[in-house]
């Protein structure tokens, strides 16, 4: 009788996703992604950048949630998901942080000259 328990925790590793949630969440993908093309139609400076990236963030987090079955998953693993997000932020920080320093204006001479 114990082997037969053994064989049930077996079929406990994955969870089914019903296909109506999938096609919802692949309908929003899709929008979102119509936004981040339709942020570029319109000239709203340095704030193109920062829409398109929180649209960006948002459909990661569904495709993780959803698609990876995070939603479903042990809470640890999404921690191990967020701190590894935060670090990839912070080392992207980093290096746009060193690049302020390369301007043109800076350091004369230096740097090709941008033309527009």
């Known amino acids: 009788m114990a082997d037969h328990a053994h ?3 077996a079929h406990e590793g994955g969870h089914v996703v ?3 949630l999938l096609a919802g969440i692949l309908g929003a993908l899709l929008a979102l992604t119509f936004a981040t ?13 920062w829409i398109a990236m929180g649209i960006a963030a948002v459909k990661a987090t569904l495709v993780a ?3 990876m079955h995070l939603r ?10 967020l701190i590894s997000l935060v670090l990839v932020v912070l080392f992207i920080g980093f290096a746009l942080r060193d690049g302020i320093a390369y301007l ?5 001479g230096d740097a090709p000259e ?3």
């Open 72 to 81: 479903w998953d042990r809470p640890f693993n999404g921690v191990i998901l």
């Open 7 to 9: 064989a049930d925790d």
């Open 37 to 49: 093309v339709a942020v570029t139609w319109v000239d709203l400076g340095r704030l193109n950048i």
């Open 104 to 108: 043109p204006e800076r350091i004369p």
């Open 114 to 116: 941008i033309r527009r």
């Open 18 to 20: 019903p296909l109506w």
């Open 65 to 67: 949630l959803y698609f």
